[in-house]
């Protein structure tokens, strides 16, 4: 998790935590601005289980602090701990450009080794520009790899497309690990923290998101959005 702790450690000021939603797909955390990542939580049936041990206080006090979470083996504290990243890291915005994550990958990796870590709507598409495509899943679905296979198939590829959620659930030292130092990497999804540290462990493009209408991006969530329905969220990506 030294990546996290690196993220962490970049980030210049707090800010007072103003809000706090976690939501059936995306967790919004609002202090300097409003700041997303994907929700995700343990599988457990009964009322005994916590999975956020200070619910209900969260709301006041330190972003910073918060962001802390991030570290957490609960993932929905890791959750809320990355959106409490991506509501306090300080965004150049003059560095970032609009880029179309789904047409890099097939520009970058035609006729070449595509490793994918999570499930992204343009696979199918993929699949015709490849030479090989693997992918990648903690749930691997029919077709998928599980993660014990990284070591057999990522130092192959040629492009590694790569879940912002990989920092949520502690797998992105693993995956890096795995991939070669040439490797063309990106990591995509709204809980991307859009930040020079990743460039630093490797990361050619980061696509992320910026929320530019805290309270129609809340309300979206609130209601159920997936990402494509929420409102007030511009996409963008930071390049080396």
Known sequence: MKIIEDIIGGIGNDAPVKDVR????W???VSRRCGLASTLRLDCHGGNVFQVKSAGGLDYGSALNLARMALSDLPLEASIGMAAVNSLIDIDIEKCVEMNAREVIIEKGKGKNIGIIGHFPFIGKLREHAKNLWIYELRPAPGDLPREEYARYLPQCDVVAVSGTTLINHTLDEVL???????FKIM???TTPLTPVL???GFDVLCGSLVTDAEAALRCIGQGANFRQVEGVEVLSLTK
Do not use: E, I, M
């Open 27 to 29: 967790t919004a955390v």
């Open 177 to 183: 690990s795995h991939c070669r130092p040439d490797a």
């Open 22 to 25: 976690t939501c059936t797909f």
């Open 199 to 201: 460039l630093d462990y």
């Open 188 to 190: 995509l999804g709204p």
